[in-house]
T-cell receptor, first 110, second 115 residues
Framework: KQEVTQIPAALSVPEGENLVLNCSFTDSAIYNLQWFRQDPGKGLTSLLLIQSSQREQTSGRLNASLDKSSGRSTLYIAASQPGDSATYLC?????????FGTGTSLTVIP | DVKVTQSSRYLVKRTGEKVFLECVQDMDHENMFWYRQDPGLGLRLIYFSYDVKMKEKGDIPEGYSVSREKKERFSLILESASTNQTSMYLCAHGGRLSLNTGELFFGEGSRLTVL
């Protein structure tokens, strides 16, 4: 069964810093990988979707990469802002199922 | 804009009550999912559906049932609510996975408290 791990579980950085969030998965036979943001008490908001044939996707200050062979994805956030504070989750699609990591809780300190 | 509507944001029910959580999507997607999210346990799949009137058990179906009579609507039913079903419930939908379009969209969530 696919297992998805996100390390660290929590991260605190000063405003303006660039940062990287990590996502690893055990089965490289994936369709897609998707990054989400979740604010407290809210649902998940899709940030980026990387299809299995792609190696990266960019949206504004966010860049996500995918290395299927090593079972890893990273989410790069440039010039972090206090509004980026949230929990970030990754999900991989294997077979007909989505598998989620438990997330990284990010705090950006003004 | 993608819209996923969950019928209730906050509910408080008593043990033994029947609870309906409804989810409506406007993207004509085949796949719909119900998850629950608990601190330290992450998202866990309760049920999912690939088409109208179809349903499949997820990882934790016990104590739940679902209904999908129309493509846009997927309902989660707690026949007799129990305190251990207090949780955040999240509905999601996505396109057909076989076409590599499996982007997932979530609703705002329904916070259920069972007393």
């Amino acid at each position: 069964k696919q297992e998805v791990t996100q390390i660290p579980a929590a991260l605190s950085v000063p405003e303006g810093e660039n940062l990287v969030l990590n996502c690893s998965f055990t089965d490289s036979a994936i369709y897609n990988l998707q990054w989400f943001r979740q604010d407290p008490g809210k649902g998940l908001t899709s940030l980026l979707l990387i299809q299995s044939s792609q190696r990266e996707q960019t949206s504004g200050r966010l860049n996500a990469s995918l290395d299927k062979s090593s079972g890893r994805s990273t989410l790069y956030i440039a010039a972090s802002q206090p509004g980026d504070s949230a929990t970030y989750l990754c999900a991989v699609i294997t077979g007909n199922q989505f598998y989620f990591g438990t997330g990284t809780s990010l705090t950006v300190i003004p | 804009d993608v819209k996923v509507t969950q019928s209730s944001r906050y509910l408080v029910k008593r043990t033994g009550e029947k609870v309906f959580l409804e989810c409506v999507q406007d993207m004509d997607h085949e796949n719909m999912f119900w998850y629950r999210q608990d601190p330290g346990l992450g998202l866990r799949l309760i049920y999912f559906s690939y088409d109208v009137k179809m349903k499949e058990k997820g990882d934790i179906p016990e104590g739940y049932s679902v209904s999908r009579e129309k493509k846009e609507r997927f309902s989660l039913i707690l026949e007799s609510a129990s305190t251990n079903q207090t949780s955040m419930y999240l509905c999601a939908h996505g396109g057909r996975l076989s076409l590599n379009t499996g982007e997932l969209f979530f609703g705002e969530g329904s916070r259920l408290t069972v007393l």
